[in-house]
């Protein structure tokens, strides 16, 4: 496989968009001092509380799609999307041109929450090396994760409607309904 600017994937309820690091780590550079050396970044937003916390539990679900909540951004260095990405990941490869790419990172990059000295604040970190940092937006059961990736889609110059991409499968549909297909792993 030849690699595309950008990638979409979906695990389970979660989707995500990957990108090639330095086109994210030159918009923020304070990325490069956990990312500096991966080709790809794998990157998912969602609810500050249940996102990448080890113990999910359903009143915490609860809460994130009821209740207005803060986010985060999770980040996953990856060297090569077809053997690195969990087994039941559903990997799609998506050609967009430079432009299209430097809007994506842009979108993407303006979700990252900076403190008083400029600096990210990681929240945690799971065992896999996925970083999770305060971010910008609020989750709701109007604007879940997947709401978030369409977005991202939508920047990159797929022709979807975000509000209506509430669960990953609707995600998912809107990428094969521009044409895409899932990759052979």
């Known amino acids: 496989m030849s690699d595309s600017p950008l990638h ?5 309820i979660h989707t995500h968009l990957a990108l090639p690091a330095p086109s994210l780590c030159a918009l923020v550079p ?3 001092a956990y990312f500096g050396d991966y080709k790809w970044l794998r990157i998912g937003w969602g609810d500050y509380h249940y996102y ?8 915490m679900g ?12 999770a980040l996953l260095g990856i060297d090569d999307l077809q053997k690195d990405l969990a087994e039941n990941a559903v990997l799609y490869s998506i050609a967009i041109n430079d432009t299209m790419m430097a809007s994506l990172a842009l979108f993407v990059s303006r979700y ?6 400029n600096q990210l604040t990681r929240v945690r970190e799971r065992a896999n090396g996925e970083q999770f940092f305060k971010s910008r937006g609020i989750y709701t059961i109007a604007n879940t994760c997947n709401n978030w990736t369409s977005y991202g889609l939508r920047t990159a110059g797929l022709n979807l409607n975000p509000l209506l991409n509430i669960f990953p499968g609707q995600v998912e549909r809107s990428v094969r309904k521009n044409g895409y297909l899932p990759l052979e792993r």
């Open 8 to 12: 979409f994937i979906r695990t389970g």
């Open 30 to 32: 304070q990325l490069n």
């Open 52 to 59: 990448g916390n080890e113990r999910q539990t359903k009143l």
């Open 62 to 73: 609860l809460r994130a799609l009821l209740l207005p909540t803060s986010s985060v951004i």
């Open 112 to 117: 990252f929450k900076f403190d008083s000295s």
